[in-house]
């Protein structure tokens, strides 16, 4: 059996176009939802993040707000900023790049967010809420959610589900631990203590996978006609066939390739439906912070 490959690029496509709809309507109502980034320092990867959620604001009529400030600024800049932007009723949704520089507290600037903006879902009021029953919060945090409408989008039974996490970040592992287990799933998470846990993972309808740990994940952890989600991002380098590292002619740099936590070829013959990397949830998250954010304008105008 070779596991249906899910593709995140398409899925991904299709939530930003049921976004771009709804905005559509929005603004023939006079509404214009809004995000607002805020980037401090250069970190090329963080400025190239911003660019790409700004990009697709432009592509899906959501208002770009962008707020960038340099490295020396102090906490209390940012946070008079992130204050100011809460209180912009033009601003759905707030998006503080990380990492922020050392000597501001990360922690004090999100819980500064409002709750009703929290577009990346990381304020503990929000997170909190996603373990409790009926209180459900406005954001999900993007790329758990991403996971969710993944499995969603291709059929996947979740209720009644035995579902595994590899990864307990605040990030990934702890909130779609959260939210499998609030659409009725048994959810398992699994870390670096876990005993026997290969075991355990064999054991999972639904594997999600978020350790950070390049092709961890091999076929004989696997349970036959598993579902795999594979959230690890990874970089390998590219060998040649003898062995040697590759080099690529136009840079002169070694080259790599990205990797999964899950190994994929070997994987792809006993699951389901398996994601790749790239192309699987990677597409997702910025989709669904888009959706977050035309959320946020909804519940602002009484909409639901």
């Not at 949704?93 to 409002?114: C, F, M, R, Y």
């Not at 970040?169 to 870390?191: F, K």
Request: hydrophobic residues 45%.
């Amino acid at each position: 059996m070779t596991a249906q490959i899910i593709d995140g690029k398409a899925v991904a496509a299709a939530v930003r176009n049921d976004v771009k709809e709804e905005v559509t309507k929005l603004r023939a109502k006079g509404i214009v939802p809004g995000l607002a980034t805020v980037l401090v320092g250069a970190r090329p990867d963080s400025m190239s993040y911003v660019t790409a959620k700004r990009q697709a604001c432009a592509e899906l009529g959501i208002e770009s707000f962008p707020n960038e400030l340099p490295e020396t600024v102090s906490q209390a800049e940012v946070l008079a900023l992130v204050n100011k932007l809460s209180a912009d009723a033009k601003v759905n949704g707030i998006l503080v790049q990380l990492p922020l520089p050392k000597h501001i507290d990360e922690e004090s600037i999100l819980n500064a967010v409002s709750i009703n903006k929290d577009v990346d879902g990381f304020h503990p009021i929000n997170v909190g809420k996603l373990g409790m029953k009926g209180r459900e919060p406005l954001f999900a945090p993007c790329t758990p959610a991403g996971v969710i409408e993944l499995l969603d989008r291709i059929g996947a039974t979740i209720s009644g589900s035995r579902a595994v996490v590899l990864g307990r970040s605040n990030i990934v592992g702890l909130p779609v631990s959260l939210l499998l287990l609030g659409r009725d799933a048994t959810v398992t998470i699994c870390h670096s203590r876990t005993k026997d846990l290969a075991s355990v993972v064999r054991q999972a309808d639904i594997l999600v996978a978020a350790i950070g740990k390049p092709k961890f994940v091999t076929a004989d952890m696997v349970k036959p006609g598993a579902y795999v989600i594979d959230v690890g991002v990874n970089s390998l380098p590219v060998l040649n066939p003898d062995g040697s590292q590759a080099i690529s002619e136009k840079t002169g740099k070694p080259r790599t390739k990205l990797v999964g936590d899950v190994d994929f070829e070997a994987v792809k013959e006993v699951a389901a439906a398996i994601t790749p990397v790239p192309g699987g949830v990677g597409p997702m998250t910025i989709a669904m912070l888009m959706k977050n954010t035309l959320r946020g304008a909804k519940a602002a105008h009484g909409i639901t």
